[in-house]
């Protein structure tokens, strides 16, 4: 038998390398990482134009992760291309070194500085709005938690995307439902996130943010439509997808694998690899 | 002082295409030039100051030279996170004007008053702060922003109580221009609308100087530490709050290099209670000429009295590290 080529952002290996490193850096966020997993994995796969594949390179698309606290899943992703090192993994969370727990616009190929939520979605409409006064065919996406949309200048975003037609930006809303203190509904309702986004002039889709063949054929769709508006994604996500006991749990926003809790989601992740390749 | 920023605004902008000047909906008649002249480097972004700072970052990250526009109460205050995380921290190229700072929005009240904004600013690494206090060192203001790209606020006051150089005035970063020479008993160091009060203060006390102080951060050490060993004591003079600002900072210096006496006059701890002019405003703080003239007296004679109490020989002063 002949070992199938290495796919490049497979799901469950990013998400066993999401556990490795917050096992090896004892931290929390792990399911807010889950969530956007697919959403990264399809970006960076096939719809990011890296330019010359360096995290640096002057005409790459951007992506702006907006909930920061998804940011091991991009750290995932940025491993995969080679922009960080296993060793850098390893030593997340130890002294002196450069990854933080939240988006940090000092390491090289994260845009913004999140964490503190509201902020990114602002700066990737100035890059989109730059890119079109500049004609430089750069796109910008944006990975805006529902939770995060509490915040009031996400909303002033969106009407400077729709007021200046940001054709070049890609909004997708990590919709899991929950944020830091409980369920977005109860905290505060949001309702219709797509109808929203529709009324602030938003081309917009709703898809599993899970099923990645959905995510790209709607990523295709918004890009090829002939449309001045802007565009949007409202994927429908599930906190802590991929080990069961995270599943929409979240408590895993703030727990800390133990060596029992991590050797369950590895065996779990493992165990789905292998039904994913056997497949 | 405004004509000497659109001034100097409309000229950046024909020089370097990059120049974009983003407002939130404020400025009213402050930029009818520059949208005659170059109506595509204009941009309202609405009444959206967070959103505004944000976009400034994109725009900066993406190669473009954004100049953003609020009134001081906004821009920084309202803002001052995005300043911080959005800005400061990536350290790109975005100036930031501060309008109407200190009392100029007399009667509108605490919301539009701004006394917060040079202490806000200075405890953010990365930004530095000029304070102009006329046309003429608004314009060298204006050149020394845009040649740094890098933060920048600044911050204008009051402006229309005249000019204090008498023409063009050259001075680099955290430089003092000395107003008036002298080596008596008290020095002023002054910034913004003040300068034009201690110049007027400082003729009430023989062989006192005044300087100048357009940037506030940096603050050349070297010039404060001179100014503070050739007077008994100095006064500093700021329509801020006398916590966090040009006093603070003065102080600072002086405390770690060469302890003098420092009276800081600015705005107390408190707002303003009522609806009034400018002038009313200033007077009701303490910082007309009548307000000025008696605490500056009564900080002389306050140090007079302490001088006496704390001589040098009554104070303890073991320096020595402790040995094991």
New interface residues.
Partial sequence: MTAKPHRKFDPMTLRRTVIEMAYAGSTAHIAPAFSIIEILAVLYRSHLNLGDGSPKSPGRDYLILSKGHGIMAQYACMHELGWLSSEDLGRYFSDGTVLKGLSDAHVPGVETTSGSMGHGLSVGVGLAWAAKRLGTKQRCFAIVGDGEMNEGPIWEAFLFAGHWGLSNLTVIIDNNGLQAMGRVEEVLRLGSIAEKLQAFGFETREVNGHDEGALDVALQQLDKLDSSRPRAIVAKTVKGYGVSFMHDNNIWHYTRLTPDTYRAAVTELDGNKKNAASV | MRDAFSAALIKVAQQDERVLLLTGDHGYALFDEIRRLLPDRYLN??V?E??M????????????RPILYGLSAFVPIRVL??IK??IC??ELPVVMIGDGAGFVYGALGASHHCTEDISALRAIPNVRILSPADAHEMTRAMELAFALERPVYLRIGKCDIGAVHKGPINYDWGELIEMRPGDGGLGFIATGSMVAAALKEALRWKGSSVWSAPSVKPLNTDQVITICRSHRAVITLEEHSFYGGLGAAVAEISSTYTPCWIGRIGVQDRFAQYAGSYEYLRSEHGLDAAGISRQVDEFVERIGNASLRLSKSSRPGVLVPETK
């Fill in positions: 972004v609405g959206a967070q959103n700072v944000g976009v400034a970052a994109g725009l900066a990250k993406a190669g473009l996170e995005q995380l959005d921290y990536e």
